[in-house]
């Protein structure tokens, strides 16, 4: 705080950890947005102007330490240059007020752009009149667009009168929205597909034709009228061709990895006491029978792969609130147990009923078994009156049925078992009198 | 010696480093094929098969580990299992005989494989009737395919009669060929292609379509008559479409890198007594006339790239006979310098007199500079009987013209001198008179 009197700015990094309103902000808009975002809070103290930062609680090689780093060097050149983020912005004020000055990128190659950076201000002819340029009070709030330039200053006023009083800010960023940049899918799509198109094609395994570098190359692109260059050219066109074509052959996997990244990044689902007390958190015991109904506590919060012959399912209920602070632990399953999976998935914002379900074996008990072993990752939830933990014991309970299938379908990739798993709660339930 | 008596075989990594007469064959072979050659020298003890191998000389991380490595591999599916590699191998029989087994792959896929592996023998119906059943004699020379199954037994004749004394045979691997295969060239275009493409193209770094993972993923793959899903389909086409017309557009920088790849990977050129005397290695201090003749050493030990808005001439001289043993020393050049570089470059197997270069400058300075420059950096040979180093200082010296535009031209990335050059010489150079 000493240096918070001699003006430096304070910055409290993913306040999504300590604080629960935050936390429940970014989930609802992480869903909205098919984004993970992150946030900031910061304070700046009544100065004329921001000139340097002292950030807190940045950890080496964090995502807090990053995003430091980002800011020390918009910082340095705030006097001759102004930044851009490659992240969509809102900036929420919550005390004192602030001046915002933004406008697009002049630069065409920086709208939406995939990196962050600053643009001198001699390069924005228009900088004395940005497209934005407004005072924000507590209770306002401002969309930054990716890849736009803007300036904060601490100003009472438009007109640049020096501020009085502090100011309260929280900055919250939508990394990427619907999980990703086209971009992002073809980084992922294009290296996967070269290589299957190696494997599949001997002519991609073949050696260049003897003599290509005279034929191609820069020094050889200056002489006119070389026909094996061209047809150098169109051999590489086709090869080409056969690589975009397996790229569309592989899209629907390559989609369902970045779905599961996007898990991978998603926050915990907060639950309210009502939802805890009917899904694994709070009744890690409940029992599911045939005419139990069920439904994703959240759309979009679990998926299901498959990988290597097994139906894997992803979810985000065990994911800390810090980035990639634990890793996933999926659930394998056979491949005859996707069509009920996928059933469990989708029926979001219906819930389905367990008989419902469509197995190959058309035994109860695999459906039962699948459903038991979904409902204890904690994604689902239980919302038909009679199966509700919270009033305690059905009348035809069945004997054997509960776990029907465990042993040999929850295998879990990590070592975390169930009883291991932390308890996500948004404040101390009130209803939980789970008799098991 | 103790492990070869009980039965083991030696093998001789890297033996160019050693013994000059494989160094020359390499070097030969190395511009045949257009591709870098590993070799190993390989002594079978007189047993009845060749069962474990101890090869010397394998330092950790290097390619000789890996060969090692490889080896090992293959030995330990010797009795089950057949070996085949992802390189094109010719084996020279130098003392004793050994008995070859060789066919195609059985798998289609591991027809020009790109990694080396082992195919079970009970997945190979025909290796009884293998298509080459053949004993080696010394003087014989045996050509393995990429990809090929092949098994190699130290017996005196093809019906198997143990091997009365030992083996010694010489293996040449040829890695890639031509530099590379079609699909390393397209593993170095594709990713650059990619990056290009999504800093040139505002869609690329747009968000995915919102919802776009409810129509594409492979759950989605089943339901048909989606529209929204052949659109989805559709429009990443046309976004692989742009990535693949970047590649094209960018093709001859990325052979260019090909090019330098090989240069960085090839042996550095032995010298005849004749030819040392009449370039760097030999005559350093040689002086450049406009009358002075000059072509290269051998075709293609150099190339010209335009980076960074400068020609940087790469060259192979300065290599170590083992794999990437010095790093490449390249040059730096204007980009007015180009066409004369070129000009030297291209004229092998002819030779180009310094005052025939082209310059825009049409300063015959500029031309003398460029041509003195890459004198020194070995690879160039004065053919005129006037300009000749062993024929004393020429008669018409004129000063001030050696050297000219040294200092501005002689950029080395690295801090090796020419001065600090290793001088590589087959033999003590017996016409050596340098007069400077």
């Known amino acids: 705080w000493e240096n918070y009197k001699n003006g430096l700015t304070v910055k409290l990094l993913t306040p999504q950890i300590y604080i629960d309103s935050i936390w429940k902000i970014l989930s609802v808009l992480e869903h909205e947005f098919q984004s993970r975002l992150s946030a900031e ?49 809102f900036v929420l004020q919550l005390e004192g007020q602030s001046r915002w000055r933004l406008m697009p990128n002049p630069h065409a ?27 924000l009070s507590p209770g306002d709030s401002l969309y930054i667009p990716k890849g736009w330039v803007y300036q904060q200053d601490n100003h009472g006023t438009s007109s640049g009168d020096p501020a009085t009083e502090h100011s309260l800010h929280l900055k919250l960023c939508c990394t990427h929205g619907t999980t990703g940049t086209t971009g992002d ?90 939802e805890e007390a009917c899904c694994a958190a ?34 985000c209920m065990d994911n800390s609130r810090e980035l990639y602070g634990t890793a996933l632990s999926p659930v394998e399953f056979e491949l005859d147990d996707g069509p009920a999976i996928e059933a469990l998935l989708a029926a979001y914002p219906d819930s389905i009923t367990v008989s419902d379900l469509e197995h190959p074996s058309e035994e109860l008990d ?27 014991p059905p009348p035809k309970k069945k004997p054997g049925v509960r776990g029907s299938g465990d042993g040999e379908k929850l295998k879990k990739k990590n070592s975390n078992g169930v009883d291991g798993k932390k308890k996500l709660r948004v404040q101390e339930p009130d209803d939980d009198d789970d008799p098991f």
Not at 289 to 315: D, Q, S, W
């Open 282 to 315: 709070g009744a890690p015991h409940a029992v599911i029978y045939p005419y139990t109904a069920l439904r994703m506590l959240r759309p979009g919060i679990a998926t299901a792969v498959v990988e290597a012959g097994k139906v894997v399912v992803y979810h």
């Open 185 to 274: 899918l073809l980084h992922l799509l294009v290296p996967e597909a070269l290589g299957e198109a190696v494997q599949a094609n001997v002519q991609l395994r073949s050696a260049l034709p003897k003599g290509y570098h005279l034929h191609l190359g820069l020094a050889a692109s200056e002489v006119e009228g070389d026909t094996k260059r061209a047809r150098l050219q169109k051999h590489i066109a086709e090869l080409l061709k056969v690589v975009a074509d397996k790229a569309l052959e592989i899209l629907d996997p390559a989609v369902d990895q970045l779905q599961k990244q996007f898990i991978a990044a998603r926050l915990p689902v907060p639950l309210s006491a009502r």
């Open 41 to 89: 809070v910061v304070l700046v103290p009544p100065t004329q102007r921001q000139t340097k930062s002292a950030p807190v609680q940045a950890r080496p090689g964090s995502v807090a330490e990053k995003l430091n780093n980002d800011d020390n060097n918009k910082v340095k050149a705030h006097v001759s240059a102004v930044p851009y983020d490659n992240v969509n912005a």
């Open 109 to 135: 190659q920086l709208n939406l752009a995939t990196d962050g950076g600053a643009v001198a201000l001699k390069d924005i002819d228009e900088w004395s009149k940005p497209t934005i340029d407004t005072v």
């Open 366 to 392: 695999d459906k039962i078994g699948v459903a038991q072993a979904l409902f204890k990752e904690g994604f689902l939830l239980i919302t038909d009156e009679v199966s509700k933990p919270s009033h305690g």
